[in-house]
């Protein structure tokens, strides 16, 4: 990311907004079926492409095995005076330990978030 900024390019599309909140995922097959139970992260931040959230595992592997895999997730949305659940599809991006058992999870929705 410092090199990135130094050149001067930007390899995010959209604004991304902070948000604090549960998300409930689940791993899609390659028919797009879940497979396996829901797990449970915490939202770090939005955008209308993808987001992010945290994890908490004490299995390193089972973090890096979601990387590739696309997920359905389903989050809610603060509006104005409402919230909204948001449910989408995405692939996982990328997969960062930030040690001690936690990991950010970033993915790419299949569909972006609209207005």
């Known amino acids: 990311p410092d090199i990135l900024q130094t050149k001067g ?3 995010r599309t959209f604004k991304r907004a902070r948000l604090s909140g549960d998300v409930m995922f689940q791993i899609l097959n390659a028919s797009g079926n879940p497979i396996g139970g829901n797990f449970k ?7 209308k492409q993808g987001l992010s959230f945290y994890i908490y595992t004490s299995n390193e592997k089972n973090a890096r095995l979601l990387l590739g895999r696309k997920i359905f997730i389903q989050f809610a949305l603060p509006l104005q005076d409402q919230t909204k659940t948001i449910e989408r599809t995405g692939i996982i991006t ?14 790419k929705f299949d569909k972006e978030l609209r207005r």
């Open 94 to 107: 990328s997969v960062i330990d930030h040690q001690f058992n936690n990991f950010s999870i970033h993915l």
């Open 41 to 47: 992260g915490h939202l770090s931040d939005v955008s």
């Open 9 to 11: 390019i930007n390899r």
